[in-house]
Every structure is written in C-alpha cells, then in structure tokens.
C-alpha cells in the first residue's frame, strides 16, 4: 500500500493521474505516498462536478480495498489451513518412518541374508550358463 507503483496509470503518484475527472485538476508530489494532493483550476472546471467524480471515485476505490481486504482475508485462511494439513502430514510420515525403522531392526537381518543369498545363487545361476555355453 505504502509503494509507490509506476504501472498504475503511468504516474509516479501512486496511479492518481489516471483518476482525474477534467483538465482541472492535477496531481502534486507529496511527502506521504499515501496522500494525493489536487490543485484546482477554477477556469477549466466546475468544482461541484470534480467533487461529485472524485466521491464517486472514492467509493469505487473503498470497494476495491474491501475486495483486497476479503480475499487477502480468505488466502490468510486458506494458507493457515493448508500449513496444518501439511504439519499434520510430516507428523504422520515421522511416526510411520519409526514404525519402519523399528520393523527394520527386528526383522532386518533376516532379510539381508535371503537377498545376499538370492543375489549369489543369481551370480552363480548367470555364471554356469556363461560357461555351459562356451562348450
């Protein structure tokens, strides 16, 4: 809220050029990027008619920040939500990855002997054919 942005309405001033009503008015630097400041020039304009557009143009600025305000509000929420699920989820993958470990320890050993086994009678099963079909 506090930058000032060059892609609104193609002005340094935060996007106020591009919601001037008439010529009469125009925009002034200010020490506060969150104040616009208007001059206006009582030969080019009616000052009732710059003040009816610059109210309409408030309220449809006010609805767009509660627009901003409410989706801002819902990507919160949502975001909230979804760091919990994800918590929720490592919880689960730990505690599994535990289980697993556990398991692992009992019964591993048993395990690593019928694979080294297996992979020897493999090793031994290529290598006669390799010289049975030598002959």
């Known amino acids: 809220m506090g930058s000032r942005s060059s892609g609104g309405g193609g002005s340094i001033y935060g996007g106020a050029a591009s919601y001037r ?3 009469g008015l125009s925009t002034r630097p200010t020490a506060s990027s969150d104040e616009i400041q208007l001059r206006i020039d009582p030969i080019h304009g009616d000052l009732d008619d710059e003040i009816t557009g610059l109210r309409s143009q408030v309220r449809q600025l006010r609805n ?3 627009e901003i305000e409410s989706e801002a509000k819902y990507q919160k929420d949502f975001l909230e939500t979804l760091q919990m699920t994800v918590m929720k989820a490592q919880a689960g993958v730990k505690n599994n990855i535990r289980k697993l470990n556990k398991s692992i320890i009992k019964n591993g050993g048993n ?5 080294v086994l297996f992979a020897l009678f493999c090793f031994m099963v290529v290598y006669l054919w390799s010289k049975m079909s030598r002959r």
């Open 64 to 66: 767009v920040a509660q």
């Open 21 to 23: 009503s008439r010529e």
């Open 111 to 115: 395990h690593i002997v019928h694979v």
